[in-house]
């Protein structure tokens, strides 16, 4: 059941946000310019900026603030600057040509120093009730900091992920923990956007344990 889909990132953000038990694993979220990117990188150290449309990893640059050095990471060429307003200009022009959003750079837990998050695909029934398809981990690339199985990424069951990236313990819970996240974020994505038939969600998981809420596609990949 295919359903209704919606491209727009920011749209399905403020959706979650509205919600009070969800809201605090959606990342900083704001629409990228100049004032905005220089007070988040500060605050964060790291932001991921990323097209308001569009997915596989296309066109999303990660910003970071160290020591008086500023930096972004596309793919997998750094390029470091003196001061913030140089680096914007380059910034502009590695961008792909649309609007942006910035997003707090969230430290994920990692295997082998290669950084994981998860994919939870969810499709509705015919009779209403909504069915898992898949929930699965995706170990990025060697050098790179995006996990798309597009660019590279290698697939890994959601349990065997969590269980190499993070201590036992805390790996069991997580699996229940996402579910129950998925469970909450369908019925208010339902009642914002009528007609939906399904979802992907991304996942992240620092290295605290914090699940993340990336993104929400309603045509999944």
């Excluded at 999303?60 to 200009?89: C, H, L, P, Q």
């Excluded at 029934?125 to 898992?132: F, L, N, P, T």
């Amino acid at each position: 059941m295919a359903g209704r889909q919606l491209a727009n990132k920011w749209l399905k953000t403020e959706a979650l946000l509205s919600n009070g038990s969800v809201a605090p694993h959606i990342p900083q979220t704001r629409m990228y310019d100049a004032e905005q990117l220089k007070r988040m990188i500060h605050q964060f150290g790291m932001v991921v900026i990323k097209p308001i449309h569009g997915g596989g990893g296309y066109g999303v640059i990660k910003v970071s603030y160290d020591r008086g050095v500023y930096s972004f990471t596309y793919m997998s060429r750094r390029r470091a600057f003196g001061n913030f307003e140089t680096m914007f200009k380059a910034l502009g022009r590695a961008k792909v040509g649309r609007k942006y959003i910035i997003q707090q750079g969230i430290h994920l837990a990692r295997i082998g120093g290669r950084p994981i998050d998860y994919r939870v695909k969810v499709a509705k029934q015919q009779d209403g009730s909504w069915m898992y398809r898949a929930m699965v981990g995706r170990l990025a690339r060697p050098g790179l900091f995006v996990t798309n199985l597009c660019k590279g990424g290698t697939l890994l069951s959601a349990r065997e992920g969590l269980s190499r990236s993070l201590r036992s313990k805390v790996a069991r819970t997580k699996r229940r923990e996402m579910r129950n996240l998925t469970n909450t974020c369908i019925g208010i994505l339902e009642s914002s956007f009528p007609g939906i038939g399904e979802l992907g969600f991304d996942y992240g998981i620092d290295n605290g344990g914090k699940i993340w809420i990336f993104e929400v596609n309603t045509r999944p990949q």
